[in-house]
């Protein structure tokens, strides 16, 4: 019932920009955090992202300064804008959303993920 679905990946050269973008849908009660994790091949899956349950932001060192994580709570969205991207960014990036679902008994919060939106950066 519930989905997130992304868009905004592509092909890009390096110095370039993206904007990702991540909606959930479904009967919604409340989203307890978001957050953007990314995984290269042959790589394990890393966190890039997030905001908080207290509505802070975390970014990984790697990422610090280009990135900025945003969200539009009305339209439960959030965003990733990924500014002077190198090939090492290169990655399938998934959104994650913990929240609460209408549907879910005793409102139980679960965790849902993304179908991935592939980023790829090179010249």
């Known amino acids: 019932q519930v989905q997130l679905v992304e868009s905004g990946g592509g092909l890009v050269q390096p110095g370039g920009s993206l904007r990702l973008s991540c909606a959930a849908s479904?009967?919604?009660?409340?989203?307890?955090?978001m957050a953007w994790y990314r995984q290269a091949p042959g790589k394990q899956r890393e966190l890039v992202a997030q905001f908080t349950p207290g509505g802070s932001t975390m970014y990984a060192d790697s990422v610090k300064g280009r990135f900025t994580i945003s969200r539009d709570n009305a339209k439960n969205t959030v965003y990733l804008q990924l500014n002077s991207l190198s090939p090492e960014d290169t990655a399938v990036y998934y959104c994650?959303?913990?929240?609460?679902?209408?549907?879910?008994?005793?409102?139980?919060?679960?965790?849902?993920w993304g179908q991935g939106t592939q980023v790829t950066v090179s010249s």
């Open positions: 994650n959303m913990n929240l609460y679902a209408y549907s879910d008994k005793d409102l139980i919060p679960k965790s849902y």
């Open positions: 479904g009967s919604i009660f409340m989203i307890n955090a």
